[in-house]
């Protein structure tokens, strides 16, 4: 089986889907360069994760929830996290490439999929990063509020197009710094939060209020068990963008021993941080007071008498925001990147500087990005609306897919003669892993079709998987098979 170099900071990254190690060369120079430490696919991981949706959404979730089925939720998102990264994770050792779970599906599911998966996700991130762009200038009104927003939109832009087109270095740093920012941020709040629960630091001069809210305001479950399926989607919403991990591998040194360590500790702390934070929001802040109004985070500072922390938790969103942005992207350039080395997409997305950089996919991303975010004035009822239910679906399929890639993989390697204990990063409990991680993503979707608020969103998202389909059959694969063919006249 054709592996990727691991060692070596100037190899490029190798084609998986041939049976050969052949480079992707481009006129410009090497394609891609494997530049980053462990140390970057450690804390890029947990970035992808920690953002906006702990700092913000779990408000929203405790106040719809209730504190039994917020932690029901949480648990449940945090095993099919692991599943899903034990699935990655041996995927990523195996075919360490910076198309991740797009290759892998090409290769062990069909082109088809392949094709699907890497635009329908691409399509999902790439519609975020023009609306992080505008929250991010929304958030500096917070300290300039004469200032257009637009002007720190533009500003932001610049600085994130600068930091992804010099090297994959150069964001991998910037994202290592953001994610710092973000878990010592959790850290500092769970410290604090477990000295207020246990009276050691005053709450507006009341008593600790110890555990008592988990049960005094309606119970452990006040609005039903009911309430943890309703719960789920926004829940694993927030723990899309694990699946950088994947694609980081591709431009990781040694990603044999950099992956399996990463993914050992990475969703432990990550389940750590985010049920350590709505353990702490649970005890200290009756469930029904908490929603979309203000940060959860914010209101327990301002309970404790934190100066300034309005301002703080604004800094850590203004953070979080931008890391979405610096991630999103990274990925769907990456993304092009990989679907072009397959004609799946138009072949200069895989052309790349002398840095590695595929600047015409940076370019095209920031682009779409930008128009997707206009579509909500010019089109908010159709185009807009599609592109936010495909997003919406889109990290879901993505989790599906790479379910589906390892449990393929896993069986042709063993048909094949292979040894599951020389893989040097073999997921447990096969083939019940991947099996879980498919069914438990199918509940999610049975879940959104039961309510009348996320219906259309997986109407719509789950529609354009059979276009894409149909699209790669009538007029992708035949132009692949034409230039595959030889002419007879020649």
């Known amino acids: 089986m054709s592996v990727a170099p691991t060692t070596g900071s100037e190899e490029p990254v190798t084609s998986q889907t041939s049976g050969t190690e052949t480079p992707f060369y481009t006129p410009e120079g090497p394609a891609l360069k494997r530049v980053m430490k462990s140390r970057h696919l450690f804390m890029i991981t947990l970035a992808g994760v920690i953002g906006t949706g702990l700092f913000l959404g779990t408000g929203q979730v405790i106040g719809s929830a209730g504190p039994g089925g917020t932690i029901v939720a949480y648990l449940v998102g945090g095993v099919l996290l692991y599943l899903t990264m034990v699935c990655l994770g041996e995927m990523s050792v195996v075919m360490p490439v910076s198309g991740s779970f797009q290759a892998h599906a090409t290769k062990y599911i069909g082109p088809a999929t392949g094709f699907t998966i890497g635009w329908v996700y691409w399509i999902s991130w790439a ?99 009911g309430a943890v399926f309703a719960a789920m989607m926004t829940v694993v919403y927030t723990f899309m963008g694990s699946e950088v991990m994947g694609v980081v591998a591709g431009e990781t040194e040694n990603p044999r021993k950099a992956v399996p360590k990463a993914v050992r500790t990475i969703v432990f702390r990550l389940v750590f941080l985010y049920l350590g934070s709505i353990l702490i929001l649970i005890a200290l802040i009756p469930w029904e007071q908490l929603g979309l109004d203000e940060s959860p985070f914010v209101t327990v500072f301002k309970a404790i ?30 993304i092009l990147w990989s679907l072009a080395q397959e004609k799946a997409a138009p072949r200069v997305f895989g052309v790349t500087t002398k840095r590695g950089i595929p600047i015409w996919g940076l370019l095209f991303t920031l682009v779409f990005g930008l128009l997707s975010l206009m579509t909500e004035f010019v089109a908010a009822d159709t185009v807009f609306v599609f592109l936010i239910s495909v997003s919406g679906v889109g990290g879901a399929l993505c989790w599906m897919t790479i379910a589906l890639s390892q449990y393929r993989f896993r069986r042709q390697y063993v048909r ?69 063919t030889p002419d007879p006249a020649a």
């Open 127 to 225: 519609s975020f990063i023009g609306l992080e762009f505008t929250a991010a200038g929304i958030t500096m009104k917070f300290w300039f509020p004469d200032t257009p927003t637009w002007v720190w939109s533009a500003i932001f832009i610049a600085v994130l197009f600068l930091v992804n087109c010099f090297t994959a270095r150069s964001f991998a740093e910037t994202e290592y710094a953001l994610a710092a920012v973000k878990v010592l941020a959790v850290g500092v709040f769970i410290v604090l939060g477990v000295l207020a629960i246990t009276g050691v630091i005053k709450m507006d001069g009341i008593e600790a209020p110890g555990l008592s809210n988990f049960t005094s305001n309606g119970g452990f479950f006040p609005v039903g068990f």
């Open 416 to 484: 094949g003669g292979g040894k599951v204990k020389d893989l040097p990063y073999a997921a447990p409990m096969f083939p019940l892993t991947p099996i879980l991680v498919i069914l438990m993503n199918c509940v999610v979707f049975v879940s959104m079709a039961f309510d009348d608020t996320q219906r259309l969103s997986l109407i719509l998202g789950l529609g354009c998987v059979p276009v894409f389909y149909a699209i790669y059959q009538w007029g992708i694969k035949p132009r692949i098979a034409a230039v595959a």
């Open 305 to 334: 008498g934190i100066p300034y922390a309005a301002g703080i938790m604004n800094f850590v969103i203004l953070v979080a925001i931008l890391s979405v942005g610096n991630t999103g992207l990274y990925m769907c350039t990456r």
